[in-house]
């Protein structure tokens, strides 16, 4: 069994293993920075350091939201780098067995299927694992900026 974070992007639940949270923060003043792709919000000051700031809906080709009354900015660590994933809402925290894991469909996700880990029943709700690691692995025409 694993925990998992689980937030809204949209009416749609998605999760992260918990272990690589460090952090949840409300909607937080995000610098914009140029040249970087569409997907890249910008950065934040987390306590001296500046961590780039991923919008999760546009890294999984959804529409924007005006709604942002419930934002957050999750800071997560992949590998060395942290970095923060804007989310419309978190949820909470989900107790989830290996073997209830489903693989992903090959079609008819709200996401790219690529991004997607597993899709699993927590009582009534479907909820979608996202793989952190393909969702921010740097591909070399659209980089990630590393924090300072």
Same mark, same amino acid.
Request: charged residues 20%; aromatic residues 6%.
């Given at each position: 069994? !694993? /925990?998992?974070?689980?937030?809204?992007?949209?009416? &749609?639940?998605? +999760?992260? &293993?918990?272990?690589?949270? /460090?952090?949840?923060?409300?909607?937080?003043?995000?610098?914009?920075?140029?040249?970087?792709?569409?997907?890249?919000?910008?950065?934040?000051?987390?306590?001296?350091?500046? @961590?780039? @700031?991923?919008?999760?809906?546009?890294?999984?080709?959804?529409?924007?939201?005006?709604?942002?009354?419930?934002? =957050?900015?999750? @800071?997560?660590?992949?590998?060395?780098?942290?970095?923060?994933?804007?989310?419309?809402?978190?949820?909470?925290? =989900?107790?989830? /067995?290996? !073997? &209830? #894991? /489903? =693989?992903?469909? &090959?079609?008819? !996700?709200? +996401?790219?299927?690529?991004?997607? !880990?597993?899709? #699993?029943? #927590?009582?009534?709700?479907?909820?979608?694992?996202?793989?952190?690691?393909?969702? %921010?692995?740097?591909?070399?025409?659209?980089? %990630?900026?590393?924090? =300072?």
């Amino acid at each position: 069994m !694993a /925990q998992y974070l689980t937030f809204k992007l949209g009416r &749609e639940e998605y +999760a992260i &293993e918990i272990l690589r949270v /460090q952090e949840i923060r409300g909607h937080s003043r995000i610098t914009p920075i140029p040249n970087t792709p569409a997907y890249v919000k910008g950065v934040i000051n987390l306590r001296g350091t500046v @961590v780039p @700031v991923v919008d999760l809906r546009c890294r999984l080709g959804m529409p924007e939201t005006s709604d942002m009354r419930f934002s =957050a900015i999750v @800071v997560v660590t992949v590998g060395a780098k942290i970095v923060g994933l804007f989310v419309d809402e978190v949820s909470d925290v =989900a107790d989830i /067995q290996h !073997a &209830e #894991v /489903q =693989a992903p469909p &090959e079609f008819g !996700a709200h +996401a790219e299927t690529r991004f997607i !880990a597993g899709l #699993v029943h #927590v009582g009534e709700r479907l909820i979608v694992l996202l793989s952190l690691d393909t969702i %921010l692995r740097e591909d070399p025409s659209t980089p %990630l900026p590393s924090p =300072a």
